[in-house]
T-cell receptor, first 114, second 109 residues
Framework: NAGVTQTPKFRVLKTGQSMTLLCAQD?????MYWYRQDPGMGLRLIHY???????AKGEVPDGYNVSRLKKQNFLLGLESAAPSQTSVYFC?????????????FGPGTRLTVL | RKEVEQDPGPFNVPEGATVAFNCTYS??????FFWYRQDCRKEPKLLMS???SGNEDGRFTAQLNRASQYISLLIRDSKLSDSATYLC??????????FGTGTSLTVIP
């Protein structure tokens, strides 16, 4: 049982390049989330999904797109990377509808945009 | 105004000390509350949920004060292994989770 995994762990991009971050979970969770973590800002929600085929915007969605074609995978895309997107990206998942439901996080992807 | 505010610290305490962290939230409609722990360059992990009546898990005690809109975490008999950043998390509704910036704790031998 791997929990939540993220690919890649590190990446360096040039401004304007695109890339996709992959998140996978093997806990059969309905909900999945993408966050970014910046110094002094805490984790901020980018996009989330409440089930296969559904996605919704979070607090900071601009410059990102997501897809959830399979229940276990949640992809985060950067269409045209900018230096402001340099951050640590965390994926998380949780069960649906349980009060106080715990979010399980992946190990993170450290992205640098030059 | 931030949804969740925490004192960033750092808190440097000797082993065996008791330390308390507070967190305030801005939206009175917030429904559930958590403390997560994050080690350096690692992912956040749930430390404990915070229930209305307060709850305890070993050396850790969490309290919620809805009237004043704050949450607290008390750590007794601090261990070196407690050194980490503690994140206050508030769930407004559904999937709206708001994270504080974290409070850094270092336990000194």
């Amino acid at each position: 049982n791997a929990g939540v995994t993220q690919t890649p762990k590190f990446r360096v991009l040039k401004t304007g390049q695109s890339m996709t971050l992959l998140c996978a979970q093997d806990m059969n969770h309905e909900y999945m989330y993408w966050y970014r973590q910046d110094p002094g800002m805490g984790l901020r929600l980018i996009h989330y999904s409440v089930g296969e085929g559904t996605t919704a915007k979070g607090e900071v969605p601009d410059g990102y797109n997501v897809s959830r074609l399979k229940k276990q995978n949640f992809l985060l895309g950067l269409e045209s990377a900018a230096p402001s997107q340099t951050s640590v990206y965390f994926c998380a998942s949780s069960h649906r509808g349980i009060p106080y439901n715990e979010q399980f996080f992946g190990p993170g992807t450290r992205l640098t945009v030059l | 105004r931030k949804e969740v505010e925490q004192d960033p610290g750092p808190f440097n305490v000797p082993e065996g000390a008791t330390v308390a962290f507070n967190c305030t939230y801005s939206n009175s409609a917030s429904q559930s509350f958590f403390w997560y722990r994050q080690d350096c360059r690692k992912e956040p992990k749930l430390l404990m949920s915070v229930y209305s009546s307060g709850n305890e898990d070993g050396r850790f005690t969490a309290q919620l004060n809805r009237a004043s809109q704050y949450i607290s975490l008390l750590i007794r008999d601090s261990k070196l292994s407690d050194s980490a950043t503690y994140l206050c998390v508030v769930n407004l509704s559904g999937n709206q989770f708001y994270f504080g910036t974290g409070t850094s704790l270092t336990v000194i031998p």
